[in-house]
């Protein structure tokens, strides 16, 4: 494959390389050159390996770059989330699609542990990829004792 086309995860970036992941099947492509890209944006484009080693690549077309914001909401989860939860198990996660558009992840934790699964939610890169997958430009997390939701809206 000497060319890809998809949405990465900027998962490291300095002056002079970035190191993305296909939010889709998990690949990291190092780029030769940083074209501006900064850690933990998102990243549409086409890239292409350089030869002859073919162990680094570089971007052929950015279509596009977006930043995620992620932030803890003081509001508590919804109704039907709190719901949901409560046929729920510690551990559990459900997703569900958002009222017009997004998803929403419904989590279920020990009450001790609610803050320490905010925080767990909030520096994890998969928040991030998730998120890139689904167009998501704002992630919220709202929380009660025993219920954690994510929120990936548009």
Do not use: C
Not at 58 to 75: F, G, K, M, N, Q
Not at 108 to 127: F, K, Q, Y
């Amino acid at each position: 494959m000497s060319e890809k086309t998809g949405t990465f995860l900027v998962t490291a970036a300095d002056a002079d390389s970035v190191v993305l992941s296909d939010v889709t099947d998990g690949q990291v492509h190092t780029l030769a050159e940083n074209p501006g890209l900064e850690r933990e944006q998102v990243v549409e484009a086409t890239i292409a390996v350089v030869q002859p080693m073919e162990a680094v690549w570089t971007v052929e077309d950015l279509r596009e770059t977006r930043d995620v914001e992620v932030a803890v909401s003081d509001e508590r989860p919804t109704k039907a989330s709190r719901d949901l939860a409560a046929t729920m198990e510690d551990g559990d996660l459900e997703t569900r699609e958002r009222a017009g558009s997004g998803v929403i992840h419904v989590i279920v934790v020990p009450e001790n542990l609610t803050e320490t699964a905010v925080e767990d939610v909030l520096d994890d890169e998969g928040t991030l990829r998730f998120a890139a997958r689904h167009a998501a430009r704002r992630v919220e997390i709202r929380s009660e004792p025993g219920v954690v939701t994510v929120r990936y809206l548009p």
